[in-house]
């Protein structure tokens, strides 16, 4: 069995749809309280992180745990969640975490994931870890503005990146929690290319058949719409990133590559299968 937390995200669904084709039995583990859409012969548990016990009826028997954590993961007493995994028979752990907690790991914004990361190390058990940058689907958050005016705001319109598509991701993490080769590894998560969020905007339109018109936030703009939806000190962090990316965080990692056998996917090809959401 294969718990995978945070079964209902981006990359969570992807994930138990990976495993389960590929003959796993698996648990989908969700904060959900209303009906959740899961293959034939995948059970939903209801639980929380942030209350350990609630998961025990999730990894009772289980062999490997995909662990998602939602924001930084301050809030989450990462011992406590192993120690209940470990109970119910877990000897594996994936843990997805974040690129900046391995070039940011001092920041406010990314040390709670970088310390989540050494309790992993040193839990006792075969561990990986995947340090994704940012996600293709953040755009999403363009979804409305797209639809109502074919506009989409954001700061450094000409500051690229490589994010990575979130398939790509739960592909990886299919593959690591059931091979054994992969256990003691970090591995970095990116897109084949460097993208700017003007380019995103440019290639949303060329998706969608009619231009979208890229507007420049100022760094004060951004910060008051980002408050809205994460905590200040993930805000600064972001906005840093954005802004003034390391090279570290501008490289183009082999690993997607290196573990499925193929190039990742373009910021193309996830826009071409979005569209529906930006129309």
């Known amino acids: ?74 809030h989450l007493a990462p011992g406590d969640i192993l120690d ?6 877990v000897d594996r752990v994936v843990l997805l975490s974040s690129q900046a907690a391995g070039t940011r790991p001092e920041s406010v914004s990314h040390a709670p994931l970088r310390g989540i990361e050494d309790v992993v190390r040193g839990s006792g058990m075969a561990w990986t870890i995947l340090r994704p940058g940012g996600f293709y689907s953040n755009v999403y958050g363009w979804a409305n503005p797209i639809r109502a005016e074919r506009t989409a705001a954001a700061p450094f ?5 490589p994010l990575v598509d979130p398939a790509d991701i739960a592909e990886v993490a299919a593959v690591v929690l059931r091979d054994d080769r ?35 936030q100022t760094v004060d703009q951004a910060r008051e719409q980002m408050l809205t939806f994460m905590p200040p000190p993930v805000v600064e962090g972001t906005l840093a990133i954005l802004g ?11 690993h997607i590559a290196e573990i499925l056998g193929r190039a990742p996917r373009s910021f193309s090809d ?10």
């Open 1 to 74: 069995m294969i718990v995978v937390t945070g079964a209902t995200g981006n990359v969570g669904r992807v994930l138990v749809r990976s495993l389960s084709a590929a003959g796993e039995r698996v648990t989908a583990v969700s904060r959900a309280t209303m009906p959740v859409d899961v293959p034939d012969g995948v059970r939903h548990i209801r639980a929380d992180l942030a209350e350990p016990e609630t998961l025990r009826p999730a990894v009772d028997g289980a062999r490997a745990l995909f662990l998602l954590v939602s924001g930084a993961g301050a």
């Open 84 to 89: 209940v995994a470990k109970a119910g028979g």
């Open 157 to 161: 319109g000409d500051v690229g990146l």
């Open 182 to 216: 992969h256990a003691g590894r970090i591995y970095e998560l990116t897109g084949p290319a460097l993208t700017t969020p003007r380019d995103r905007a440019r290639i949303l339109g060329e998706a969608l058949g009619e231009p979208v018109r890229f507007v420049d």
């Open 244 to 254: 003034s990316p390391l090279a570290t965080e501008q490289r183009i990692s082999p």
């Open 270 to 279: 996830w826009a071409r299968r979005s569209v529906d959401a930006f129309r």
